[in-house]
């Protein structure tokens, strides 16, 4: 069992940036895959990053490589996402998303989710 619990949204102009918190709560994190997932109204939720727990490996999608950067801390048990040079069109509800054995890269990869965060970009 895997609990997710995101903070860090928030308003912000265009050109800012934001860090992303997901404080897990896990019996183990040998195996562990965490990502970040957004929503926007009337969108369908898509991928922005994964990180593999135990290695630090990570993937970013194409519209955030450069400016987004998914990290974790093995101490505090939290995974971050920092993003830099925000876009309106970045303004969407972020998800936190974990599973114990795949790369969370697609919403039918990730076994559990957080309850999410808004992010607002204004121009």
């Known amino acids: 069992q895997v609990q997710l619990v995101e903070s860090g949204g928030g308003l912000v102009q265009a050109g800012g940036s934001l860090r992303l918190s997901c404080s897990v709560s896990a019996r183990t994190f040998s195996h562990l895959h965490l990502g970040w997932f957004r929503q926007a109204p009337g969108k369908e939720r898509e991928f922005v990053a994964a990180?593999?727990?135990?290695?630090?490996?990570?993937n970013h999608a194409d519209s955030v490589k450069g400016r987004f950067t998914i990290s974790r801390d093995n101490a505090k048990n939290t995974g971050y996402l920092q993003m830099n040079s925000l876009k309106p069109e970045d303004t969407a509800v972020y998800y936190c998303a974990a599973d114990l054995s795949r790369l969370v890269i697609s919403t039918n990869r990730a076994s559990y989710w957080g309850q999410g965060t808004q992010v607002t970009v204004s121009s």
């Open positions: 990180i593999r727990w135990s290695d630090g490996n990570t």
